[in-house]
């Protein structure tokens, strides 16, 4: 998905560094290493929030129709911080990921801002590409950027286990 620049309010919002990207690691699993090379993708729920039909502004910037969502600028203010969680966490694949009563899979990192505790939390799914190189032992995988936001409460997960294991069982098609 490719995300244009959004002008609001007379203020362009640049958007490039959503674009598509990947990312390369290896884990092993009984002394075989896997190099696992992930294509990271970012939905529009990573910069807007939903509204209900009837109650737009003329302010708003519609992101998409169906369902109907507008350009949050608070939301937009976190994605640097969203993209350089995402890029530690490829990096670091011992980092523990959560899988949510949803099916999918969640981030969070706690930080303080104006003296209030924040959690931002992002939420993704992992899968194996369409496409494989079909050498060796290289593997690719799709990761969905699913939604990114502050959340007041903690998340609801059902187990943790660090992004690598995730990959490897992606792979194995017993996610």
């Not at 937009?76 to 099916?103: I, Q």
């Not at 801002?113 to 593997?139: A, I, M």
């Not at 998340?155 to 069982?169: C, E, M, N, R």
């Amino acid at each position: 998905m490719e995300h244009r620049d959004i002008t609001h309010m007379g203020q362009l919002y640049s958007l490039s560094h959503l674009a598509q990207r990947s990312y390369s690691f290896d884990w092993t699993v009984d002394n075989v290493t896997t190099t696992y090379t992930a294509w990271v993708r970012y939905s529009n729920h990573c910069y807007s929030e939903s509204v209900g039909i009837g109650v737009l502004t003329a302010d708003d910037v519609v992101v998409s129709k169906n369902p109907l969502r507008t350009f949050c600028p608070i939301r937009f203010g976190e994605t640097p911080r969203l993209v350089g969680l995402v890029a530690d966490m490829m990096a670091k694949p011992t980092t523990r990921v959560a899988r949510t009563s949803k099916g999918n899979y969640s981030v969070y990192q706690l930080y303080v801002k104006d003296g209030e505790q924040n959690r931002y939390c992002v939420f993704f799914t992992v899968k194996p590409s369409l496409s494989q190189p079909g050498v060796g032992h290289e593997y690719f995988l799709d990761v969905h950027i699913e939604s990114a936001y502050l959340k007041d409460q903690r998340v609801g997960t059902v187990s943790q286990s660090p992004l690598g294991k995730i990959a490897h069982l992606a792979r194995m098609g017993a996610q």
